[in-house]
Structures are given as structure tokens and as C-alpha cells.
């Protein structure tokens, strides 16, 4: 099992920032690769960031490639999203989750095995 808690949500105007925390505890030993992901009302839950954990391979969505940046502490097992010039297309809940089956996409929404619990993150214009 591996537990995942997220912080750093709120409201911010356009082109403000915030900064997200995942900090991902228990078997993360077994951690293959983490994502944020995001959902807005009435829209599907989609990939907006992942890392694999061992080498560091990155992977960004179009929509948010040169806005966010994707970081991670290993000592601490926490992951990071930094998240500049925000839109207001950018409010949903985001969701930090854990991929551990190697054998699984990394970039799909379906492969994630363990999710945290979401935080909201609103853009006012």
C-alpha cells in the first residue's frame, strides 16, 4: 500500500502561482511513477504531469508544458507541482497518485494505482 497526501491548493487570480505537494508514504519502495492529474465539473480526470521515479523521465500535457514544472525530494518521498502563470482553464480538483505495476502505461489515467485525496485549486480572472 501506499498512502498519498496532497496540500497547497486555493484561489488565486490569472497569472498567479501556487505550488502543489504530494508527499507519498508506506511502500514506496515499490513506486514506478507518480502523476498529478486534474478534473473539472463534467470533464474527465486527465494526466497533467507524471515523473517516472527511478531514472526521472518527465512527461507534461500540451496544456500546461512551459506553465508547470514537476519536481521531486526522494529523502522525503514528496513530489512537487509548481504552477505558473495559472488560467482560469486550469481550476479542478488536482490529484496526486502512485503508479507500483512497471508492467502498466505510465501515462494513463487507468494505471494509477493509488490516489490522494485532491485538492482544490480555483483561478478567478
Known amino acids: 500500500q501506499v498512502q498519498l497526501v496532497e496540500s497547497g491548493g486555493g484561489l488565486v487570480q490569472a497569472g498567479g502561482s501556487l505550488r502543489l505537494s504530494c508527499a507519498a508514504s508506506g511502500r514506496t519502495f515499490s513506486l514506478y511513477a507518480m502523476g498529478w492529474f486534474r478534473q473539472a465539473p463534467v470533464k474527465e480526470r486527465e494526466l497533467v504531469a507524471a515523473?517516472?521515479?527511478?531514472?526521472?523521465?518527465?512527461y507534461y500535457a500540451d496544456s500546461v508544458k512551459g506553465r508547470f514544472t514537476l519536481s521531486r525530494d526522494n529523502g522525503k518521498n514528496t513530489m512537487y507541482l509548481q504552477m505558473n502563470s495559472l488560467k482560469p482553464d486550469d481550476t479542478a480538483v488536482y490529484y496526486c497518485a502512485a503508479l507500483v505495476d512497471p508492467n502498466r502505461g505510465w501515462l494513463l489515467v487507468t494505471s494509477y494505482n493509488y490516489w490522494g485525496q485532491g485538492t482544490q485549486v480555483t483561478v478567478s480572472s
Open positions: 515523473i517516472r521515479w527511478s531514472g526521472g523521465a518527465t
